[in-house]
Structures are given as C-alpha cells and as structure tokens.
C-alpha cells in the first residue's frame, strides 16, 4: 500500500509563492500519472496540474503560467511550485497518483491546506 504525504502548505499574501511536496511511501515509477488537485469550501475537487511518468505535463487553464508541476525520481517526490498566488487558489491540495493497472484505485494524500489572504 503506498502512501502519498503531502507538505509545504500554509498562509501567504496574493502574489506570494509556495511550494508543495508529495513524497510517496514507494517509487513514483508504480505510477503512470501523478498530480495535484484541490478544493475549495463549497465546490468539487479539480485538477490543478498533472505530470506522466515520461514528465509531460498539464494545466488547469486557471493556473497555467503560474504553477509548476515537477518530480525528483530519486526521492519519489512530486512538487507544485505555485507562484503569483490568488485568493481564489485558497483551498486544500491533494496529492494524486493513478497506478499502471487498469481500473486500479488511485492514491490520495491527507491534503495541505493553501491560504492566499492579506
């Protein structure tokens, strides 16, 4: 069973920056996707940014330019580097991982939580 643990999140002011870490309990190859996701009070959870075990990425339209999704193969760890930060990003971000089985369950984190307030 793996496990995703998720760090890096916290209170900072609009155009602040963060970044978030996902350490996996096992190796990050296990997975043909990792990614974050997040969610806000009141709304479903959305992808926030995605990378393949060949590092290709994806963006919500909404992050795009400002977040950056990347992986350290050697520590099994995916980051988020998210920059110029909005009120609007406030949310709890998850750490996902999608298996290579087909109709496997994926893996969540615990969540962190991100404040961007003044």
């Known amino acids: 069973q793996v496990q995703l643990m998720e760090s890096g999140g916290g209170l900072v002011q609009p155009g602040g920056s963060l970044r978030l870490s996902c350490a996996a309990s096992g190796s990050i190859f296990s997975f043909k996707s990792m990614g974050w996701y997040r969610q806000a009070p009141g709304k479903q959870r959305e992808l926030v940014a995605g990378i393949t075990s060949l590092s290709r990425t994806n963006y919500a339209v909404s992050v795009k330019g400002r977040f950056t999704i990347s992986r350290d193969n050697a520590k099994n760890t995916v980051y988020l580097q998210m920059n110029s930060l909005r009120p609007e990003d406030t949310a709890v971000y998850y750490c996902?991982?999608?298996?290579?089985?087909?109709?496997?369950?994926?893996?969540w984190g615990q969540g962190t939580q991100v404040t961007v307030s003044s």
């Open positions: 996902n991982a999608d298996p290579w089985r087909i109709g496997a369950p994926k893996y």
